[in-house]
């Protein structure tokens, strides 16, 4: 019988996951029953994690098990991949869908909620062209009433590069494709332009080329990640409808130097045969391999201690931000979430104060038993000192917006470390507080937090069952 697979970059939701599970049901016609909330339960073998977890919770003849692996990408790598096979897939195998998962909403940025990961859906395409393409919306604000052009736009992009949009109320504009090069121009070029000091992007059809403006240039690199993901799906669906000359990215603000074969738009420029206005982009050998099952990062350890804590304990995270995966919300005592300030004062960083950045850790976890709240910093084994000596920034998040959103927590600081092949906390600084080996073995600091102790001995015992 075969498993339902989910590899994912990124630290795998019930939310996110009972809409997967949902609509894999419903589109391959499987009844299946639901015995509440979701549980992820990391696979314990002889004692150790196995690095692979296990979703209870759903009962359907037609499903054997449901298992999530972490996996990471070549270069840009869409959420979420989703298997129905029996055995543990390999990157030979073709996968059902590709899920890409935003919290973003229309109302906090135009741009990101739509635009910035429609590259993804356009790399994956090289090596997977017929897959089935997803956006979920797994939205914590409210999303507005009339969505902006902006988002219609990309919306229709989307609908006419055939991904399907979930999790999100959409009208009938939205879902409705585009059906010439021509309704593409006109519809972008009507729409209200930007503050005078942005480059607005545009499109000028000639006899023998497609001018598109836009820029790409941030931080002194090729890393304008939303204007990355409009010009690619703009430039994907010229293809798509029909235009083989050439397509020009003008007042682009890059400089040769700027131009990488390591850059995700430069391979798809290459793939989309897109150039860059005054500008030569190299010819690149395209890759073989879209993902890989991650083996190094310390994600493993801090994705790991965030649901043995969630799944085995009463206590929570109130933020996340695990390493390669999208930032979370804060949750205020309230529930309500907000977003991070970056800096305290945006000026002063402005002008060359790096001192004004707010330092934000990778997991704060909520224990409630103790009344402790523990800011997490995650690194791999070989960068423990640095993990260490970064647990001494913490000082504005706990003043800015731990302690008056949580007056009677303690806080404590501690380093989750993932590598080595210690078997023991013996050489381990009071300072850490977990290690995840990497043949799996579970390792609690000398110092670990109380929560640590006990999720750790909450996970075993129900491996004894």
């Not at 992820?40 to 209870?56: D, G, M, T």
């Not at 000091?197 to 304008?224: A, M, Q, T, W």
Request: with cysteine; charged share 25%; hydrophobic share 35%.
């Amino acid at each position: 019988m075969n498993n339902l697979w989910i590899l994912t970059e990124e630290r795998p939701k019930v939310e996110v996951l009972e809409v997967i599970i949902k609509y894999f049901a419903q589109d391959k016609n499987i009844g299946f029953i639901s015995s509440g909330s979701l549980k992820i339960i990391p696979i314990i073998e002889n004692n150790k994690f196995s690095f692979c977890y296990e979703v209870l919770g759903i009962n359907t003849p037609k499903i054997n098990k449901i298992y999530i692996k972490t996996v990471s990408g070549q270069s840009s790598f869409v959420d979420y991949l989703i298997y129905f096979q029996e055995k543990l897939p390999q990157i030979t195998d073709i996968p059902l869908y590709a899920i890409e998962e935003t919290k973003t909403a229309d109302s906090e940025s135009r741009n990101s909620s739509i635009f910035q990961r429609c590259s993804k859906f356009v790399y994956i395409d090289y090596f997977y062209p017929n897959l089935q393409k997803i956006m979920l919306y797994n939205l914590q604000i409210s999303q507005k009433k009339e969505p902006t052009k902006t988002n219609i736009f990309g919306s229709r992009l989307l609908a006419t590069y055939g991904v399907k949009i979930i999790g999100k109320t959409q009208n009938q504009e939205q879902i409705k494709p585009f059906q010439s090069i021509d309704e593409v121009i006109e519809y972008k070029n009507s729409m209200r332009l930007p503050p005078k000091n942005n480059v607005p992007i545009l499109l000028k059809k000639y006899n023998d080329r497609i001018e598109i403006s836009g820029r790409l240039f941030k931080n002194d690199s090729l890393s304008h990640d939303p204007n990355i993901g409009a010009l690619s799906i703009i430039s994907a669906i010229l293809r798509k409808l029909n235009w083989d000359k050439k397509i020009i990215i003008t007042k682009h603000g890059l400089a040769q130097k700027h131009i990488s074969d390591k850059n995700k738009f430069i391979q798809i420029a290459n793939q989309l045969d897109i150039k860059l206005d005054n500008l030569v982009i190299p010819k690149i050998k395209s890759k073989t391999q879209y993902w890989h099952y991650e083996q190094n990062g310390e994600k493993l350890a801090t994705i790991f201690i965030h649901l043995v804590v969630e799944n085995f304990t009463s206590s929570y995270s109130i933020f996340e931000n695990h390493a390669g995966c999208e930032k979370g919300y804060f949750y205020n005592s309230d529930g309500t979430v907000i977003a991070l300030r970056k800096y305290r004062d945006t000026e002063k960083y402005k002008s060359g104060d790096k001192t004004a950045i707010i330092f934000i850790p990778d997991l704060i976890l909520l224990d409630i038993e103790n009344l402790e709240i523990i800011n997490i910093e995650g690194k791999k084994y070989e960068n423990k000192k640095n993990g260490i000596l970064e647990l001494k920034n913490y000082n504005d998040i706990e003043q800015i917006y731990i302690k008056p959103q949580y007056p009677k927590y303690k806080i404590i600081r501690t380093v989750v470390l993932y590598g080595s092949n210690l078997e023991n906390n013996q050489n381990l600084e009071i300072e850490i507080g977990f290690l995840l080996n990497k043949n799996g073995k579970m390792i609690l600091g000398i110092k670990a937090p109380k929560l640590f102790n006990q999720a750790i001995k909450n996970l075993l015992d129900y491996w004894k069952k």
